[in-house]
């Protein structure tokens, strides 16, 4: 997980600089990496965290010097932005066209023999990654409530004590704690046999070569039995209109798909820390595919289509 910078760790009184920028400085990647979580929009992650400085520079200098730590502050200002804004935002998703999945966040490098090579551009390289920024626990976070989310993501990822998350959902740190206790249950039932990043690189590869190829056994091989593909259109893009379920499904899917191949250029990326795929026209971005393991097969297919989530793959 994520190393805290916690509460109380903004800027010292005697820093030389504005107590605002200092914060802004040494904070600012702090609110973004928990931001993107709460919210699973690395977009709607940038506006909290410049809703959150906008709050900040509207207080009085005196206002802000009366603040004995601002990275508390923001930080806590920022989890409420974002507790009500996943409070509207499960209202837009029942209105979304098809399913909703993550934002994916983007990645220049390509993972060989086991490891990402290359650099991480801007945005990307403000999100640390680790497990809990992982495609399957993006997922398993949007079926909590937000109380939930906000609690497990708080202390479990970030490190902070419930009396402190007490303090932002506005509950008892036992009830905050019963949060995180049966979000914690989600994420357990969730969970599948983890497969080493290398192997996941293979597979992936293999499964690009495979779908190249048009070779339906490999593909049927390198899918578990009940393994579920799900598209992400937002109804500006072309994609399968429900799950497809079962790897017969998903491979006739992703046959048929391969007709348009030779107008696609498919490239091995990485995304959200793991190994994945991405779909290219004439050097934009279409498809992002991210997947799930289990025992050395592929469970979990997403393919973000929606192109209000992909602007910040295209990078010329």
């Known amino acids: 997980m994520t190393t805290p910078s916690g509460p109380g760790q ?72 974002c507790l009500n804004l996943l409070g509207s935002a499960r209202a837009r998703r029942e209105r979304y066209v098809g399913d909703w999945i993550p934002e994916p966040l983007p990645d220049a490098s390509k993972w060989i023999n086991g490891q990402a090579g290359g650099t991480t551009a801007d945005p990307a390289d403000r999100i640390t990654l680790d497990e809990s920024i992982t495609m399957a626990f993006l997922v398993v976070l949007e079926s909590m409530t937000p109380a939930q989310r906000v609690a497990l993501v708080l202390h479990d990822v970030f490190g902070y004590s419930f009396a402190e998350v007490a303090e932002i959902v506005g509950r008892t740190p036992a009830a905050c704690r019963q949060l995180a206790s049966s979000a914690r249950r989600r994420v357990r039932v969730s969970q599948t046999t983890p497969t080493p990043t290398a192997q996941q690189a293979d597979i992936v590869r293999d499964f690009k070569q495979a779908w190249e190829a048009g070779d339906i056994d490999a593909l049927i091989g390198l899918l578990d039995p009940n ?3 799900i598209a992400d259109s937002g109804g500006l893009a072309t994609a399968l209109p429900h799950p497809a379920v079962g790897r017969e499904q998903i491979v006739r899917a992703f046959v048929d798909l391969a007709a348009t191949l030779s107008n696609l250029t498919i490239l091995e990326r990485t995304v959200n820390g793991q190994p994945g795929l991405i779909a290219q026209h004439n050097g934009t971005t279409v498809t992002v595919y991210a997947f799930d393991f289990a025992d050395g097969r592929i469970t979990q297919i997403w393919a973000i289509r929606n192109p209000e989530k992909l602007r910040p793959w295209t990078t010329n």
Not at 26 to 37: C, G, W
Not at 64 to 72: R, V, Y
């Open 227 to 229: 393994a579920t593909a």
């Open 10 to 81: 903004g800027p010292r009184r005697d820093d030389p600089l504005d107590p605002g920028l200092s914060a802004i400085m040494s904070e600012r990647r702090q609110l973004i990496n928990l931001a993107y979580r709460l919210l699973g929009s690395l977009a709607e992650a940038e506006d909290a965290v410049q809703e959150t400085y906008a709050r900040w520079y509207a207080m009085s200098p005196q206002q802000q010097e009366a603040i004995e730590s601002p990275g508390a502050w923001l930080t806590t200002v920022a989890s409420r932005i």
